[in-house]
């Protein structure tokens, strides 16, 4: 039987659906940036792959955007500032991150 390998989800790509206010179009381009360079394995590709790199990003941006229009929330929007904050205290609390 194959081992399976579990990874967790690429860190710089964060919930975007349900936060008041709305994930931006910049905020949406970023995630499906960091969704292509994670699943290519390349951060910076080869001018032989960047039209295919740049076209995957457009086309999971195009297509990210319509399912968050198109996701029924049935509980009130969380408030971005008061999510990034609670992050902040848990990376502070496990250790990764330390307040400066």
Do not use: W
Request: aromatic content about 4%; charged content about 25%; proline content about 5%.
């Amino acid at each position: 039987m194959p081992r399976r390998i579990v990874d967790r989800m690429c860190r710089s790509i964060h919930t975007l659906h349900n936060f008041e206010p709305s994930a931006t179009s910049e905020e949406v381009h970023a995630a499906a940036l960091q969704y292509v360079r994670k699943i290519s394995g390349s951060t910076k590709p080869s001018k032989a792959n960047q039209e295919a790199f740049d076209r995957a990003v457009h086309e999971i941006a195009h297509i990210t955007q319509h399912l968050l229009n198109d996701l029924v929330a049935v509980v009130p929007p969380k408030n971005r500032e008061e999510e990034a904050a609670k992050a902040r205290a848990r990376a502070v609390a496990s250790g990764r991150y330390s307040a400066a």
